[in-house]
């Protein structure tokens, strides 16, 4: 019975030596030439913070959790569209609750402000 294992052994050690010489190579191969641009921390668009306990906006973290909220509705409307006739009317409502619920998250967020830069 281990016998049948034993192509998935070979190619997960394929996989990890390819792996492993990709990044030698590119250890070995690769030129260092340091200047401040690279050295430097990025982090979000924002420079670098001096404090780790300095106050920032967040706004830019709002709306890209809103982004992601909405870019998984049009994920999940995509196969919902394709399948529409097989799930009949119980399809159609809960999609409808699903986008409801979205859409007064939405409005929640549009009326707090969370949308609005200075």
């Given at each position: 019975m281990?016998?049948?294992?034993?192509?998935?052994?070979?190619?997960?050690?394929v996989g990890l030596l390819v792996g492993a010489v990709m990044i030698?190579?590119?250890?070995?191969?690769?030129t260092r030439r340091p200047d401040d641009e690279k050295l430097?921390?990025?982090?979000?668009?924002?420079?670098?913070?001096?404090?780790?306990?300095?106050?920032?906006d967040v706004r830019?973290?709002?709306?890209a959790i809103l982004f992601i909220i909405f870019d998984l509705e049009i994920a999940f409307l995509f196969p919902w569209a394709v399948a529409l006739n097989g799930?009949?009317?119980v399809g159609y409502l809960s999609m409808?609750?699903?986008l409801g619920i979205l859409v007064i998250g939405f409005i929640y967020e549009w009326r707090k402000g969370a949308?609005?830069?200075e």
């Open positions: 281990l016998e049948n294992y034993l192509p998935i052994l070979i190619f997960v050690c030698a190579m590119g250890f070995i191969l690769g430097s921390p990025y982090e979000c668009g924002f420079e670098a913070f001096e404090d780790s306990r300095m106050k920032f830019f973290y709002l709306v799930i009949g009317m409808a609750l699903f949308l609005e830069w």
